[in-house]
């Protein structure tokens, strides 16, 4: 009889399971109901995937996305998996094929979106069936006051209502305390088991740069650690989404943009380049990332502050899914604090909302400007206590903190002087002693602050001013504008010292990091057969019209290159290749090592 493991290893071509995999299987397996909170690339599908192989029937899985449905079955078929889809992409011919395929026990896994699992009619299907369990992917679309309700989702309480004896897995990436609650309560699943894996993503090192140079910091990181890989940089505004785009792609690096004023057709056109070749940058609003699950993602840049903590991690969680090394990276300035404090004010919001708004805004001011290790204030944020983590920034190349109790009364006294109505710019040209035309009219090089801050750069003063206002010393208003709080007034008298992080020393270039991850030899991402590998794996593709992760992830084609294979028998031992896989792909993967 075969058991979870067997199948993991193969009909998924992996070695082990990760964290609570085995056994949330073996719970569902056997019956149970089970809540899953797991961070994305956790492997959330196969938690639901191999328990349906186990049982007898077909699994039922609900999942809002039609993009997700398809690639997952894609994926299953690859693997030899019998799996469908039901969803409006279908034709009626097509759909009713699929439901007869369905009730005659030919299908072990369907995909079916919400809105069609409520009718009456699939109902009637369902009772006609084998079911082996229901699955609830993105189960927080269940919560009113979450950011992804899905109205239908409210419904599937039914489930358990007219089928009783079947278990049930609901599974999700996003929910704090209050939306789990609401997951339990709004589908009867207080009885199910609560799985809670951390939240750490250890492969993604955070990185959080101070702005000098947006665009050009970008290109740098771009070139200096991932050239020709894939990746995302998310901007605020759609202009700002063409320009970056266009600009990056003028400086070699391929790069298509992507927001909500683009037609239907030429964003559908990027993001289907984005997910299915390889090397593509992607810059773009917010409005994307919803859906993508393409695992080799390298990076994901921000050029502009996000709105939260809970943002911030969502969309660098985009990164390396596959467990790889990648990067999150986020060039961050005093502008961006006034620009989305500036957003909360001059929202419809209520006020109740737009304080939670500025806490939250102000929690992840705070993760910017930590001098200690990112992940640890990162997952303080979602309740879990860690140590200093090694992979980050702070970590890396831990910033020095120096005394800045005198700057800090300059910088604050160079604001009262001026009257309370000048932008950090002015204020930086008044202490470093720059007599513009702006300084000379207002007679500012008059001042006893004239001058008095020549010691430091320019730079660095920028540094101090936008510590000022995250520290609550300064206040910006919405045009910049800087203003003393009543907490300036103990610097000023000198009954409060300040210490300020020096803005890290660029870290070193890391080539050969994942090289060395890829356990094994020298450098598989250099040479003939990796170079060979991925073309072999584009014609595929293309030729099964899937994208090309779906029919090896890069590190079973980097495993391939490490260690070339020469009998289907070396191939066996590689994680990624299945019975399969093996079986359709092993010769020609011996013909490509063979020519090299
Ligand atoms: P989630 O839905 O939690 O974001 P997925 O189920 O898509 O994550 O899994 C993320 C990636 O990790 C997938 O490419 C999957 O094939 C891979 N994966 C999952 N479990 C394992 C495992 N035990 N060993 C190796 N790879 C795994
Ligand atoms: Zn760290």
């Known amino acids: 009889m075969a058991t979870a493991l067997s199948l993991l290893q193969t009909v998924f071509g992996y070695p082990a399971f990760r964290g609570a995999q085995a056994e949330i299987i073996d719970h569902v397996a056997g019956g149970g109901d089970a809540l899953v909170l797991m961070p994305t690339g956790g492997g959330k599908s196969l938690c639901y995937q191999i328990p349906a192989l186990l049982r007898d029937g077909c699994a039922v899985v609900v999942s809002p996305l039609i993009a997700l449905m398809q690639d997952q079955v894609a994926a299953l078929l690859e693997a030899g998996v019998s799996a469908a889809v039901l969803n409006s992409s279908l034709d009626a011919q097509h759909a009713a094929q699929t439901e007869r395929d369905f009730a005659g026990g030919k299908l072990d896994l369907l995909y079916v979106a919400p809105e069609r699992l409520v009718t009456s009619r699939f109902r009637e299907l369902l009772g006609r069936s084998r079911v ?34 079947v278990p049930r897995i609901a599974l999700t990436a996003t929910a704090d305390e209050l939306t789990r609650a609401e997951i339990l309560t709004r589908l009867q699943l207080e009885d199910a088991r609560v799985f809670i894996s951390s939240f750490d993503r250890p492969n993604i090192r955070y990185a959080i740069a101070e702005k000098n140079s947006a ?70 609003t917010i409005a994307f990332g919803m859906g993508i699950d393409k695992p080799d993602v390298r990076f994901v840049a921000h050029l502009d502050l996000p709105k939260s903590i809970e943002a911030y991690y969502q969309e660098t969680g985009r990164a390396g899914r596959d467990g790889l090394p990648a990067d999150a990276w986020m060039a961050y300035g005093l502008n961006d604090v006034v620009q989305q404090r500036r957003m909360i004010d001059e929202s419809e919001d209520d006020e109740t909302f737009k304080r939670v708004s500025y806490r939250k805004l102000d929690a992840l001011v705070g993760l910017a ?34 005394d800045g109790t005198e700057a800090a009364q300059k910088a604050l006294s160079a604001v009262y002087r001026t009257g309370q109505r000048f932008g950090a710019g002015h204020l930086i040209d008044v202490l470093c002693g720059k007599t513009t035309e702006r300084v000379a009219r207002f007679g500012h090089d008059l001042l006893k602050v004239f001058n008095a801050g020549a010691d430091l750069g320019d730079k660095q003063w920028r540094a101090v001013f936008r510590q000022l206002v995250t520290l609550g010393y300064l206040e910006a208003d919405t045009h910049g504008s800087l203003k003393l709080t009543d907490a300036a007034r103990g610097v000023l008298k000198g009954d409060i010292s300040i210490s300020f992080r020096e803005e890290a020393a660029k870290p070193a270039k ?23 590998l991925r073309a072999w794996r584009s014609t595929t593709a293309a030729e099964h019209n899937v994208p090309a992760y779906v029919v090896f992830h890069d590190s079973t084609l980097e495993a391939i290159a490490a260690n070339p294979p020469r009998t289907l028998d070396d191939l066996r031992g590689i994680s990624g290749i299945g019975a399969k896989k093996l079986e359709r792909y092993g010769e020609a993967l011996l013909r490509l090592a063979k020519e090299q």
């Open 215 to 284: 665009r050009d910091q970008l290109l740098a990181f771009i070139r200096a650690q991932h050239a020709g890989e894939a990746g995302i940089v998310y901007c605020l505004s759609r202009r700002k989404v063409d320009e970056t785009a266009a600009w990056l792609t003028a400086q070699g690096v391929p790069a298509l943009a992507y927001h909500a004023g683009l037609d239907q057709q030429t964003r559908a056109e990027h993001q289907s380049h984005f997910v299915n070749q390889d090397g593509v940058v992607i810059v773009a």
């Open 369 to 402: 400007e930590t001098a200690g290790c990112r992940r640890v204030q990162l997952l303080a944020y979602f309740g879990e206590t860690s140590s200093p983590c090694g992979n980050c920034d702070n970590c890396l190349s831990p910033p020095k903190v120096w």
């Open 132 to 165: 082996a369990l229901f699955a609830i992917d993105e189960a927080h679309c269940v919560s009113q006051w979450g950011h992804d309700f899905r109205p239908e989702y409210i419904q599937l309480s039914m489930l358990h209502e007219q089928f009783p004896d």
């Open 510 to 532: 890391r080539a050969g990091r994942r090289a060395a991850f890829v356990s094994g030899l020298t450098n598989p991402k250099a040479g003939p057969l990796l170079d060979s």
